[in-house]
């Protein structure tokens, strides 16, 4: 069955750093690009970070940029989310996905949230 399954958030105040996990099983992730997005209360998901298959290519949102950084490690099927100088407006939550032939899949999110 194929998964995706989020970890590593919470509650982290302003400047903090979280390294969110994204767990894949069910196929090979050396085959497959990974994204992860977010969505805070009352706004639409968005996307946050992707990486291909190698490794070698990322993209980040402007938001993102300079302050995380996403990373796969294929042997422990499991693509990372590196936060680093969090703010408020971080707060949400964030979820990995993938596209496999013509469909999406999406984990079940891990909540962040950066207050003091």
């Known amino acids: 069955q194929l998964q995706l399954v989020e970890s590593g958030g919470g509650l982290v105040q302003p400047g903090g750093s979280l390294r969110l996990s994204c767990a894949v099983s069910?196929?090979?992730?050396?085959?497959?690009?990974i994204g992860w997005f977010r969505q805070a209360p009352g706004k639409e998901r968005e996307g946050v970070s992707c990486?291909?298959?190698?490794?070698?290519?990322?993209k980040y949102s402007d938001s993102a940029k300079g302050r995380f950084t996403i990373s796969r490690d294929n042997a422990k099927n499991t693509v990372y989310l590196q936060m680093n100088s969090l703010k408020p407006e971080d707060t949400a939550v964030y979820y990995c996905?993938?596209?496999?032939?013509?469909?999406?899949?999406w984990g079940q999110g891990t909540q962040v949230t950066v207050a003091s």
């Open positions: 069910g196929f090979t992730l050396d085959d497959y690009s």
């Open positions: 996905n993938t596209r496999i032939r013509n469909s999406y899949y």
């Open positions: 990486i291909d298959m190698s490794g070698d290519n990322t």
